[in-house]
């Protein structure tokens, strides 16, 4: 059983920067695809970033330029260096993780005040 740990969330002004990170446990096994998705309030979760394969990734236009998706593959780790951050950016974001099923981390809350 995969477990994601995420960390790095809080409070931050407009403008600032975070940045997340997701360490996944419970397999020996290299996860390929892994990423970060996020649920603002009344809000579907919606994708934020994430590997599809090894080095190849995905973004949402709203956060292109801004957000950069890094991982360390030995340790099946995941970073989102986050930039120049919104409001529209507050949510609560999601590790995920892809090996032969879907996986998710509780969640971190980002708010971002104007």
């Known amino acids: 059983q995969v477990q994601l740990m995420e960390s790095g969330g809080g409070l931050v002004q407009a403008g600032g920067s975070l940045r997340l990170s997701c360490a996944a446990s419970?397999?020996?096994?290299?996860?390929?695809?892994m990423g970060w998705y996020r649920q603002a309030p009344g809000k579907q979760r919606e994708l934020v970033a994430r590997?599809?394969?090894?080095?190849?990734?995905n973004y949402a236009d709203s956060v292109k330029g801004r957000f950069t998706i890094s991982r360390d593959i030995a340790k099946n780790t995941v970073y989102l260096q986050m930039l120049s951050l919104k409001p529209e950016d507050t949510g609560v974001y999601y590790c995920?993780?892809?090996?032969?099923?879907?996986?998710w981390g509780q969640g971190t809350l980002i708010t971002v005040s104007s």
């Open positions: 995920y993780a892809n090996i032969f099923r879907e996986y």
């Open positions: 419970g397999t020996a096994l290299r996860i390929n695809v």
């Open positions: 590997y599809t394969g090894l080095s190849s990734t």
